[in-house]
T-cell receptor, first 117, second 111 residues
């Protein structure tokens, strides 16, 4: 299995530009998570999908952020317009279980390092 | 959501056993305890999970006392490559956004 695949690996953009991050979860996994990691705030859960449906987006910072999961094998996280404070590493993770279970195990991608200048 | 508390950092030397303790006083009856490891420039990686007593795999051991209010991750004979951040998670059934990571414990292994 190829694991969770994220692209691009690195993204450098200018303030005000639109940024789209992509994620392919592990085949057969029912849940998908987007996290953001910074030195100051650690790993923050942004949004969680179950069977392609957004379940909890309370972690999305503001309206500039949006996430979609059009099918079971693809998800995007979009920032429009981007700001310097959005600079961080964005991780996508997937899990097999179809609901939030207490023995959930997450499988993470390698992340996208985003730098907004 | 069961809040977890871990030491911010720990230092060790190669060949030593390292024990990282996580406190989770409000753990619920159905909660499992899961530990992840994160190397620089990589995403967290699942290493071990348990419910009670002791669990062991090829990477680590997890000790959980009877009251389950804490757990200890044990890494036998660490090497430089075990330098990483270790996260303890306790999930609560049905709680949206329950997979929330704390600050973790930064383990530094020295030669």
């Amino acid at each position: 299995d190829a694991g969770v695949i994220q692209s691009p690996r690195h993204e450098v953009t200018e303030m005000g530009q639109e940024v789209t991050l992509r994620c392919k979860p592990i085949s057969g996994h029912n849940s998908l998570f987007w996290y953001r990691q910074t030195m100051m705030r650690g790993l923050e859960l942004l949004i969680y999908f179950n069977n392609n449906v957004p379940i909890d987006d309370s972690g999305m910072p503001e309206d500039r952020f949006s996430a979609k999961m059009p099918n079971a094998s693809f998800s995007t996280l979009k920032i429009q317009p981007s700001e310097p404070r959005d600079s961080a590493v964005y991780f996508c993770a997937s899990s097999l279980l179809g609901q939030i279970a207490t023995n959930e195990k997450l499988f993470f991608g390698s992340g996208t390092q985003l730098s907004v200048l | 959501l069961a809040k977890t508390t871990q030491p911010i950092s720990m230092d060790s030397y190669e060949g030593q056993e390292v024990n990282i303790t996580c406190s989770h006083n409000n753990i619920a009856t159905n909660d499992y305890i899961t530990w992840y490891q994160q190397f620089p420039s990589q995403g967290p990686r699942f290493i071990i999970q348990g419910y009670k007593t002791k669990v062991t795999n090829e990477v680590a051991s997890l000790f959980i006392p009877a009251d389950r209010k804490s757990s200890t991750l044990s890494l036998p004979r660490v090497s430089l490559s075990d330098t990483a951040v270790y996260y303890c998670l306790v999930a609560t059934r049905g709680s949206q956004g329950n997979l929330i990571f704390g600050k973790g414990t930064k383990l530094s292994v020295k030669p």
